[in-house]
């Protein structure tokens, strides 16, 4: 028996805690960013640290523990839809050794009739790509589902429907691949990928046109399918295995028959068409496993795809159903992760990378080296602690590996082709990009640059606010963000606001078109819904979930910044480490000064579907207004006019309604006038328009003048 003291059990209940909010930050890295920290063996390896201390405090268990839930990429921007079955993940394993549990375990679970079959296996590839499924009623296409949290998934149809080899109908003769009597409905599951082939030709076309790498395949998949623009996904030219099909419940109430195994549901797919992949073997004791499992870790490399592993399975549906599930994935299979590939290669320097938190990261430069399908001329090398303990210096042979085949890493050293003049690095003692004084936090093995206004921490706030998640600022990349930087325009998120049109329009590689994009683009940002704006603040520990659980339960920053750290830590998924944080972030100069600037510069920290705030005297006359532009503009294009409403924080939309508040109406405007003075809507002409922009001082990125 272990320690049970109030010590052990105090120290316990942190590390729980902790690892419980690191593990939901990884997963939304990885699910929902679709950008890893670390790789799934390291993933793997905490979730086993949590899955121990749980077992031996079970005091401390609580329901929403990342290892009772499967991770969620749900993404507000898309509408959910609940699963027909859960959709899980299976247990992992690295040791072959464990397979034989497995199947050990098998034949011990197995009561009922189904035992005294014999348990035929499975072995499949395990595709690193991304969880699909697809619903068909009566041969058509209904939904494409994303995994979500596994209980919803997000609704990505036509996203889904550009995937070669996903028919939007089946076949004429679709229900002769089925059990008779056919069911009506039908879903098939499967994984979503990039090919090896088709990621390096995206790479290289991106490439040229200077847009940033896509960091790997399988991020590269799941973004792909969370993109709004669907011609955007044609052209990615997405691919996928299904490995799963079956009947949905009939609109009576009955169920169609299923498959007797998992080889013929496999045959199933192939009929209706759906991509399935060839390596398909059986066995029959975990010798024969180990025999298909050793081919295809000896094929991986001719693979025009990732594969993390392989799948092994209970052949027969009747055993499967006997064995039934956990919370978390089913009994019936299991998912053997190869182990990572490595390479050997030399450290040629060690840079300093800064990132948003000021964390300094040694990053080894090394000989481009291939590994595991793609070229690897960097690996992270995390602290000065790690350098250390692996005594890794400049001038050194490698092994780098990537773990999980996500992030590469340098595993270790051959001392053995030292030649003498390596160096080693000692921590800086500066920070390497504005030289501040570095600090370690108690507790911490991370070094950090002290200095919040250090131009590194800044463009990594400045990106994370532009992302995707957060603002998803259309013209804002991170090479802009860095010459903005640089030019001394910007020094935090609320300054892009106030940036004119001139200034951006005159800058290297601009033009009148681009500043328009991004003054758009900035106008937008304000309407963005709450739970993104709450991302884009960069509070530490809050990804995109716990921004919507922390929109869900406050109507604005106001009421968030009167949450304590009690109230924090009893909503879903806000433990007390998170809570402290939060309110931490608030409490701090950082926190409160972005929250500041950001509210004078017309940025509403507040949920989107609230009433308007009455507009005080001498308010912007823009702000929050909807506004329809009809005529002909004189002395602006309408374009022109679009971009200083937006910059001043106001909307445009194509049509009169109840819901607009101005009409500005150029010359020979039509029916467009009639129905606002139908409707009592305010209306200004041309000169009246003019007037209401320079009275907010001259119409483009003045708003906040
Ligand atoms: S069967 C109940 N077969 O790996 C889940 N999954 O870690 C049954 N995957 O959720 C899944 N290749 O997204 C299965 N051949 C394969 C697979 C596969 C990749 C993914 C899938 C699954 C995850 C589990």
Sequence with gaps: MSDQSPAAAKSARLEIEALRAELRRHRELYYVAAEPEISDVEYDALERRLQDLESAWPQFAVVDTPTGTVGSDSDARFPSLPHSRPMLSLANTYEPAEIDDFVTRLRRDLTGPSAALPVVLTVEPKIDGVALALRYRDGRIEAGLTRGDGRSGDVITANAATIAGVPER??????????????TCVEARGEAYLSLSRFAALNAERQDAGLEALANPRNATAGTLKTLDVEEVKRRRLSAFFYQLFPLPEPDGTSAADFPDHSAEMAALRALGLPVNEFLRTAGDAAGVHAHLDELQRRRDELDYQIDGAVVKVDSRAQQVALGFTAKAPRWGVAYKFAAEEAVTRLREITLQVGRTGVITPVAELEPVALAGTTVSRATLHNWDELARKDIRVGDTVVVAKGGDIIPKVLRVLIERRRGDEQPLPPPTACPVCGSPTSRREDEVALRCGNARCPAIMAGRLRLFAGRDA???????????????????????????????????????WGEKSADRLLSGLARAKQRPWAAKIFALGIPQVGVSTALTLARHHDDIDALLKATPGKLADLPDIGPVVGEQVCAYFEGEDGRDLVASLRAAGFFLEHEDLPPKPAAAGDNWFAARTFVLTGTLETMTRQEARAAIEALGGKVAGSVSRATHVVVAGAKAGSKLDKAVELGIEVVDEAGFRARLDEQGGGHGSANA
Aim: include cysteine; proline fraction near 11%.
């Design 471 to 509: 603002c998803d600022i259309d013209g804002l990349g991170g090479r802009w963000i860095d010459l903005f930087l640089e030019r001394g325009l910007v020094k935090g998120p609320a300054d892009l606001f106030g940036m004119d049109r001139e200034t951006l329009a005159g800058l290297p590689g």
């Design 170 to 183: 089946l076949p004429a003769n679709w229900r002769d691949a089925f059990p008779q009597p056919a069911p």
